[in-house]
């Protein structure tokens, strides 16, 4: 592969540099990962010529025989590992798949029930510059302002008075598991579906060390590429009842040509995540989280929700005197990826924030533990504490091409 990509030297030399970048930087941001070989190779595949508009065994175009057969394989796959009666694995990221599955349940205008951007929901999730928030009446709910924990008697409460079509549960910056019993008893007596949006949380739902929303769940949409370790891209599962509806709302509704070669992929991380090994790896991300917030909080550190029970640590940045956009780029100085972002009631705007959202997904897959999380929290609170002193973010940078190099990726990628 590497010497083709060569022959055009204007894309080669970027993408080199962020080969170098992957390799030799500490990815903290807790959405994103690092795919095995199989995986990497399956993207990239020859699946990616071929023209598949419809399902297995009602194509639009000819020629499908085993392209159907690897799509079938991703989708019982999918439904085996999460414990579901129905998948679709074809929308091309998580926002399709939240798309497709508000074209199945609600129509245009109904009311959506889903927590506040600011408190960690995800901008499908009824943002105003979003669709989601354009094209439905979104009610948002908030978390508890004292321990930042979800208040399922508040959720009951705004649900009883507006009686929403849909509940949305999940979330981008939330960091404890979320009791979906709780969810579905309230969707009941309010007569809404339950919509749980597993994006973040897939991998460590699939790994057994998050509940699972299958009992309750009536819809259930994920991205393959957070904790699930997959190509980027996303799917749906459903109860029976309603795999019609979400089949038509993804394909002919808002998606043409599926990404073969990206379904592919997806088999093989549903494959990969029914293995013995992901449940190690996923009770490791987990022991990486909470050991890297215990460190933190060791270094004095505020942590939203006080600390963390999945892949997830919001860091509130305030009694350092420092904003969520000032940290992440004084980080980046120093290749230690992180993104900011808003912390419930955020005195600052979006676009500069007083949060940090790290995670422990990639280092994990890089084979990281405990120990190393302490020393990443050090390396952390030393580059914040020499935000403006590039010689020392220099010294940082170098410690952290020492530690990641112990702990290679993809080595011989384009020897
Ligand atoms: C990441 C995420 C999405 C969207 O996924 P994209 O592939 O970026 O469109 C949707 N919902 C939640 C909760 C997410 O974390």
Redesign the pocket.
Known sequence: MSLNLKIDKEVFEWYYKEWRRQEEGLELIP?ENYVSLAILQASGSILTNKYSEGYPFKRYYGGNQFVDQIELLAIERAKKLFNMEHANVQPH??????MAAYFALANFKDKIMGLNLQHG?????GSAVNFSGKLYTFISYGVDLQTHLLDYDEIARIADKEKPKIIVC???AYPRQIDFAKFSKIAKECGSYLMV????IAGLIAGEVHPSPSLYADVI?S?T??TLRGP???FILSKNQYAQAIDKAVFPGLQGGPLENQIMAKAICFYEAMQPSFKVYAAQIVKNAKALAKALLDLNYDLITGGTDTHLILIDLRSKGLTGKEAQEVLDKAAITTNKNTIPNDPQSPFVTSGLRIGTPAITTRGMKEQEMEQIAHLIDQALKNKNDLVKLEQIKEKVRKLTAEFPIYPNLLN
């Open positions: 959405s990221s998580g926002s399709t798949a939240n929901g995800h901008l499908t999730h999940g979330y981008t949006d597993m994006a973040h949409t991205t590429h957070k980027r891209g996303a």
